[in-house]
């Protein structure tokens, strides 16, 4: 019998090929490939999430975020004392108020407007939007001779613009951070946005007092531009989601939800009411200062925005806020009596340090009780919540000293806070599971439903 060489019998073999792995890098019948677990499973993200970690090479979400957040803030805190110098000047007498009542009436429309803008237009349009309206403005404080009516045209656009960019950058931090490290992102997003807080009105005063205002308008422009740049790094596209309403009222329907803003806004009354009574109250000069005591709180605020973001993924939301609201009485307390200097500095501490982490834990508590169709309108009613806050505590504060004098009324704010402590600890009634099918995520540390 003949034998055939083996190249001629594998000749005779029919062709074909074996792909060693297929486009989801593993074997064809291997265990992982059975289970769906390969690079494309590890692409797709939970419903409801980002769908990208990672916005590019070793730049995460948070860290661009956060970047965007120290813009706006520079942008917008070098003019905060500034521009009601330049309206004193030019207008008539008392027309410094109106640029803050400007600012802040700009400010909370663009936060009421921006989830309907959020539900027509992506993220990253209205965020570049938003940050080129905060800094486009500042040329107008450039102009010599400028008018009352162009410089406060300008402050309102400002407070707008920078309403809808915080509202939606904030919005960004819930949806592309994981649940169990949204504490800590939102804990270096309030850093980033207060610290700036710390020095920059100084050196924007600094500057003006040099007689270079035109340095602290093309410090707004310039730092605002460069922010937009940022928005470039984000992950894309973020685009309008199906089913996100764009109702802020529709959000309280949630359980508990009005209860967390009540709370968190009558604590924010608080800061308005601090920012109101320290310049009158303290000395002008020295350790115990006004100046002295902003600037201790100021700090001890950012930092504690961000250490209440690491301890909210850990520990127990009503623990956080009773602690952070604890604090901040101390704080407020020792304000009122402003005994002495170390006590000043003492109450700039405790009340900075109290008040940076209910501002944090608030968020969460907010983000834990909304659902996933009003992730939008929890960022926006955090953000009126800070400035409504603020607003109330300056007014009734200068009302009620305007019969009883601030000695007097500033010890209505400590009672307040403390009020408010029930509010935030009270658990929301019990909802249908159908309706609990759309809630967010909730982080470990946060006070859910």
Partial sequence: MERRPAACALRRLPSFSLPLRGPDGLRPGS???????????????????????????GLSPSLVL???????AISFNILLPVVPVLLERSGPHGAAGAATAALFVGAVAGELITPWLLSRWSSSRLLIGGQLMTAVPSVAYV????SALLMLSAASARGFGMGVAIVVSVALV?????PERRGRSIGYYGLALSAPGIVIPSLGVALLAAGHVEADALIAFTIGLAGTLLVLKLPQPVAPKPGVSSNILSAFRRPGLLVIFIAFVMVSSSFGAVITFAPIALPTAGIGSAAVFLF????????????????GDRRQGRLLLAASIAVTFVGLVALASHANPAIVIFAGLAFGAGYGAVQTAAYLALTARGSSAHRNNVSALWNIGIDLGSSLGGSVLGLAAARYGYGAAIWAIPAVVLVALPLFLAPAKPQREAESAGSLIEPAGAIGP
Wanted: hydrophobic share 40%; no cysteine; net charge positive.
């Fill in 66 to 72: 956060a970047g965007i957040a120290t813009s706006i």
């Fill in 143 to 146: 102009v010599p001779h400028a």
């Fill in 31 to 57: 265990p992982r490939a059975r289970t769906g677990k390969g690079r494309a499973s590890r692409r797709a993200w939970p419903s409801g999430s980002s769908p990208i970690a990672r916005s590019g090479p």
């Fill in 174 to 178: 819930g949806e592309l951070s994981a």
């Fill in 296 to 311: 201790v709180a100021g700090g001890a605020r950012a930092a504690s925005r961000w250490l209440a973001g690491v301890l």
